[in-house]
């Protein structure tokens, strides 16, 4: 199955830099009826405070972004992304400016996976190379009568767009019906299989930095986690790989759910 890529090649870029930021999709509303639009956004941020605020620096760059959504039957659409911010080669406040926006809509009932891929190859003259592999991912829930409790009946959630080689976080149920104080079980994948041993930090979105939380994957790369309150959760995970001459692979994936309130 076809995914979007966004490919970066830069002759001069500090690894600190590259590394420093991460991006991720959200969805509005995540459950919508059937026929009626959705607001995709592809947010790039700076996740200061070890990973756990949103604050964002930055934007994806529109010329080498593609979006692309995987309907319940597995078809795969791509759209066009706008851009939300100022145009950064002109003057004014530095930080960030803006944000990028899609317009989608569901025809088919069920639910719906966004994926966002990123690459970055980068190497001055002969010495290491980086390279920066990014794999995010949301999901939505397209009824007739859009509900939380007709998205909890879900039972089969989207056909799992596949990150290829990539680190990549994938909700194990439907992804579009958790409520509070429910389990939400999300496995990683690094090379299409199971990543045990592997810190997962999930950030709730307007609970702050204080109510964020570690957890490490079992060995078949899962995690559960039980949202104590209704907002929207990015999960985000990382790791690197480094050789005996220097070269660095480094790899990091996100998913953004919403959790509701139970009926």
Known sequence: MKVFSLVFFITFLPVGAARAHDGWIEVTPSIV??????????????HSNEHRSYRLAGKWDPEFTKVSVVAPSGKTTTVEIVDLGEDPEKTGPKGPKGFH????????????????????????????????????????????????????????????????????IIPVDNGAGAVRGAPVALQVRYKGKPAEGKVVSIVPKLAGSGAAQDVTTDAQGRVSFAPPAADSYLARVKFDEKSERGDLNSFEATYVFQVFNRR
């Open 33 to 46: 009826e059937k026929g009626q639009p959705v607001t995709i956004a592809l947010m790039h941020g700076n």
């Open 101 to 168: 926006i899609a317009q989608f809509v569901a025809d088919e009932e069920g639910v719906y996976t966004v994926v966002a891929r990123q690459e970055r190859d980068l190497q001055r003259g002969d010495g290491p190379r980086f390279r920066g592999v990014r794999f995010a991912r949301s999901a939505f829930a397209a009824l007739a009568l859009p509900t939380v409790a007709e998205a909890q009946k879900i039972k089969v959630g989207a056909p799992q767009a596949r990150g290829g080689d990539d680190l990549e």
